[in-house]
Nanobody, 121 residues
Framework: QVQLVESGGGVVQAGGSMRLSCAAF????????MAWYRQAPGKQRELVAQ???????HYADEVKGRFTIARDSAENTLSLQMNGLKPEDTAVYYC???????????????WGQGTQVTVSS
């Protein structure tokens, strides 16, 4: 079983930076795609950044050039470095791992509990 725990959220002024971390209990980073999602009040959860097993990364248009996703396999952690934060970035940020269920023959996401990021103007 895999458990993900996010940390690093808080309140930051617009233009500031913040680094989120996700601790993965299960040593899954090298064999599973990982991602950061976020959900703002009244909105659907959206993909922010993704890192595949081969190291390739993908970013939502809204965060390209400002956010960087990375993983530290030795420490079993996933990070999201956020620079040039905007009030629109305010949301609960979730760490996610993509796993495959042989029982259900389908892929599914394992989610952390989320960490609140609030960007003040």
């Amino acid at each position: 079983q895999v458990q993900l725990v996010e940390s690093g959220g808080g309140v930051v002024q617009a233009g500031g930076s913040m680094r989120l971390s996700c601790a993965a209990f299960g040593n899954i980073f090298e064999r599973n795609a990982m991602a950061w999602y976020r959900q703002a009040p009244g909105k659907q959860r959206e993909l922010v950044a993704q890192i595949d097993t081969d190291g390739s990364t993908h970013y939502a248009d809204e965060v390209k050039g400002r956010f960087t996703i990375a993983r530290d396999s030795a420490e079993n952690t996933l990070s999201l470095q956020m620079n040039g934060l905007k009030p629109e970035d305010t949301a609960v940020y979730y760490c996610s791992a993509l796993l495959f269920s042989f029982r259900d023959s389908s892929y599914y996401n394992v989610w952390g509990q989320g960490t609140q990021v609030t960007v003040s103007s």
